[in-house]
T-cell receptor, first 116, second 115 residues
Framework: DSGVTQTPKHLITATGQRVTLRCSPR?????VYWYQQSLDQGLQFLIQ???????AKGNILERFSAQQFPDLHSELNLSSLELGDSALYFC???????????????FGSGTRLTVV | QKEVEQDPGPLSVPEGAIVSLNCTYS??????FMWYRQYSRKGPELLMY????GNKEDGRFTAQVDKSSKYISLFIRDSQPSDSATYLC???????????????FGQGTILTVHP
């Protein structure tokens, strides 16, 4: 157990629907990162929050949004889902805002989203 | 063209072999270089971290960075079946702004070490 908790582990939903993925960071970590992993694109950075504030943004679609709450857990909201959104969604956390050094990121086990 | 290129393999080696994994990159702003290991149905875990150029050794693992060639490598000595996993290189720039905490990953190389 990495200490980063993601729920649910699996999610199957229909096109056009909206889902929420939840992440609880490791105790003491202030930064939360969201990544999407697909077979053709690999691991793609979506967004980072640090202590409740958005800190960095990747190629996150406008249909996707995220937030980090005062207790530091984060939610990734995916709406108007398309077949191409099917992927593994990982949350990671780090103590500082950069996720660098010998501690790096700590990843959760991911949420596997299947859009049918 | 992707910022980070990594041969997806798959790579299959016998137990005890020396494994060489590598990535090339195009963004000269990358300063931090990492290798992650990902087992099936798990999240990636950090194996090695290097800042700028040079070598770093940790047990059976050696990471090398050649910034002049924009090339990084991971060597695994005395490979074991338990090393069978996907190995991902990752890089980060030394800058703030919208890329603050972002890691750019390679596609990952699937490695199988057979007994």
């Amino acid at each position: 157990d990495s200490g980063v908790t993601q729920t649910p582990k699996h999610l199957i939903t229909a096109t056009g629907q909206r889902v929420t993925l939840r992440c609880s960071p490791r105790s003491g970590d202030l930064s939360v990162y969201w990544y999407q992993q697909s077979l053709d694109q690999g691991l793609q950075f979506l967004i980072q929050y640090y202590n409740g504030e958005e800190r960095a943004k990747g190629n996150i679609l406008e249909r996707f949004s995220a937030q980090q709450f005062p207790d530091l857990h984060s939610e990734l909201n995916l709406s108007s889902l398309e077949l191409g959104d099917s992927a593994l969604y990982f949350c990671a956390s780090s103590v500082g805002g950069r996720g660098l050094g010998n501690y790096g990121y700590t990843f959760g086990s991911g949420t596997r989203l299947t859009v049918v | 063209q992707k910022e980070v290129e990594q041969d997806p393999g798959p790579l299959s080696v016998p137990e005890g072999a020396i494994v060489s994994l590598n990535c090339t990159y195009s963004n000269s702003a990358f300063q931090y270089f990492m290798w992650y290991r990902q087992y099936s149905r798990k999240g990636p875990e950090l194996l090695m971290y290097t800042y700028s150029s040079g070598n770093k050794e940790d047990g059976r693992f050696t990471a090398q960075v050649d910034k002049s060639s924009k090339y990084i490598s991971l060597f695994i000595r005395d490979s074991q079946p338990s090393d069978s996993a996907t190995y991902l290189c990752a890089m980060s720039v030394n800058a703030g702004g919208t890329s603050y905490g972002k890691l750019t990953f390679g596609q990952g190389t699937i490695l199988t070490v057979h007994p």
